[in-house]
C-alpha cells in the first residue's frame, strides 16, 4: 500500500487509516490489525472516549495496546498511532466542552498508559469548545509536544472558522498549529442539521475551501457514510439515524452515478465512493470502519481504484 508524505510533518501514514471498527471480539480485531498491516497499512486512529460507554474505560485503547504489546519492540517504529481526547465523558451531554489543560492532560496521560506508548503520532482533539481561546489550546498541545508525549497535533469536528483562527493564531506567534483535521466527510453527503445535534462536524463548501487553500491533510471519519451506498444498493433497512443523516435525493443521484462507476471499474460501490476521496486535489486519508475482516479487505480494495479529475469533479458536485 502506497505511503505518503503528510505536510508539516516527517510521518508517513499509508493512503488509508484504520480505525476502531465494529468487531467486539478481541482476537477478530487482532487478525484486522494483521490483516490491515499485512497489506502494507501503517496508521492505527482510536479515541480514549472509544468504548468507554460500553465499558466504562477506555476499552478501544486498551485493545489496540494489547495487540501493539504482543509485537517485537522494532514493531512500532513502523506504525503511527494516532488517538484522540478532550471528548465529553458523558455521551448524553455532547454540548458540555472538556477542552481545559487539566482534562486533555488526563485523558492524554491515561491514553499513553492503554497503549502502552511513550508518544501518540497524532493527537487529535476529539471536540471543539467554540468559547475557548485557540491560543489557549494551541499552547498547551505544543506544552505536550515540548514534554514528549505528543508529536503533533490535529483537530476533529472544529469548524472552518475555528480552524482558520488557529492558523492564523500559531503564525502570529510562531507556533506549530495543527497539522491535520478530521470531519465526517463522504461521497454520501450527510445533512449538517442532523449531525448538529451530536456535535459532530462534516466537511462543508468552506472547510473545503481552507484545505484547498492550505494544503491541510483531512483524515475523514465515517468515509463510507456507513455503507449507505452499498445498502441502498442492496436493499438493506438502514439504522433509523443513519437514514436521517445521509437519505436523500441528492445522495440518490450519487448513487447511481457511484453505481456506473463501480461497473466501469469492476469494483463495488463502497470502493468507487473511498477511491473518490483518495483522489482529492489536497491529501485525504480516510479513516475506514469495518464490521467483520471481510468487509475491512473489500475496504481496503479502495487504494487500486483510480478516478480521473472529471470524474472526482462531477461526483463532488452530486451531478
Known amino acids: 500500500m502506497k505511503q505518503i508524505r503528510m505536510p508539516r510533518t516527517d510521518l508517513r501514514p499509508s ?3 484504520l480505525g476502531g471498527g465494529g468487531v467486539s471480539e478481541e482476537r477478530s480485531l487482532f487478525a484486522c490489525y494483521d490483516e490491515y498491516v499485512e497489506r502494507g497499512g501503517n496508521c492505527f486512529d482510536t479515541a480514549n472516549f472509544y468504548g468507554r460507554e460500553e465499558t466504562g474505560v477506555n476499552q478501544h485503547e486498551r485493545v489496540l495496546g494489547r495487540w501493539l504489546g504482543q509485537k517485537p519492540p522494532s514493531f512500532r517504529d513502523g506504525v503511527l498511532i494516532c488517538t484522540k481526547g478532550g471528548h465529553p465523558l458523558d455521551g448524553g451531554h455532547l454540548d458540555q466542552p472538556r477542552l481545559s ?6 485523558d492524554l496521560d491515561e491514553s499513553l498508559k492503554a497503549l502502552g506508548v511513550e508518544a501518540v503520532d497524532l493527537y487529535w482533539l476529539h471536540r471543539d469548545d467554540p468559547n475557548r481561546p485557540v491560543g489557549e489550546i494551541l499552547s498547551y498541545l505544543n506544552e505536550f509536544c515540548v514534554q514528549g508525549k505528543i508529536r503533533y497535533f490535529g483537530a476533529s469536528n472544529w469548524r472552518a472558522d475555528r480552524l482558520r483562527e488557529a492558523e492564523t493564531y500559531a503564525k502570529a506567534n510562531a507556533l506549530p498549529g495543527f497539522v491535520a483535521n478530521q470531519p465526517q466527510w463522504s461521497l454520501a453527503k450527510a445533512k449538517q442539521k442532523v449531525l448538529d445535534e451530536r456535535t459532530l462536524v462534516t466537511m462543508d463548501a468552506g472547510a473545503y475551501q481552507f484545505h484547498a487553500g492550505t494544503g491541510l491533510t483531512v483524515m475523514p471519519y465515517s468515509p463510507t457514510a456507513h455503507g449507505y451506498f452499498k445498502k441502498m444498493l442492496n436493499h438493506e433497512p438502514l439504522d433509523e439515524y443513519w437514514a436521517q443523516t445521509f437519505d436523500s435525493p441528492d ?4 448513487l447511481e452515478a457511484v453505481k456506473a462507476i463501480a461497473q466501469e471499474k469492476r469494483c463495488t460501490v ?4 473511498l477511491a473518490w476521496l483518495l483522489c482529492q486535489p489536497f491529501p ?4 475506514l470502519g469495518y464490521s467483520s475482516r471481510e468487509q475491512l479487505i473489500e475496504n481496503l480494495g479502495a487504494v487500486d481504484v483510480v478516478l480521473d479529475h472529471a470524474v472526482v469533479q462531477k461526483l463532488r458536485g452530486g451531478k
Open 15 to 17: 493512503v488509508v487509516c
Open 101 to 106: 489543560r487539566e482534562e486533555v492532560a488526563a
Open 251 to 254: 445522495n440518490r443521484r450519487r
Open 270 to 273: 463502497t470502493q468507487a465512493s
Open 284 to 287: 485525504t486519508i480516510p479513516v
